[in-house]
């Protein structure tokens, strides 16, 4: 399916010099003399590689078809991570070289996209957003609450984000995948 060069998202699949690419980052530019166009860091799902491209507005680009399907995460051993589709019981597993770091938010019978090209699991969609316990975090600063500063936390499931300074080891919050960022404590 062909897209408009404005259209293009983060996280969309385009097909582009052979190849399927994800897209990381992307931008609008009107500049003030010239055409507008979209500057676009894509990563590459089969070579594992990235390239920034630039395309015209004017331009289109083809969007991979892919089927999305609803899987339920099971659990994982030292290679693979294991998952369940809730209608036919089908169980499928990843590579956890494809998964990367979004394995580190997968817990039991959490409900994922899993997006297939040719009936070959390509990545994985998340959820928007997670609830996890903070495992360790810096102690605030008396008076630092006045500020709108952050401290880092480590979470029970190993990652890393930034958190305001009345979140305390142990807090139960709400974060979101796409941009790692904090939402509410609960």
Partial sequence: MKINATEIRVGMILEYKNDLWEVL?????????GGAFAQVEMKSLMKNTKINERFRSSETIEKASLDEIKYNFLYSDENDFYFMNPNSFEQININKNIMGEKGKMLVENLEVLINFYNDKPLNIILPNQITCKVESTEVALKGQTVSSSYKPAKL???????????????????????????????
Avoid: A, C, L, S
Avoid at 25 to 33: A, E, I, Y
Avoid at 164 to 172: A, C, H, Q, S
């Fill in 25 to 33: 980052k992307t931008n609008h530019v009107k500049p003030g003399k």
């Fill in 156 to 186: 029970d499931n190993g990652v890393n984000i930034q958190v305001p300074p009345f979140i305390e080891n142990g807090d139960t919050i709400v974060f979101d995948t796409r941009t790692m960022e904090y939402i509410k404590k609960i």
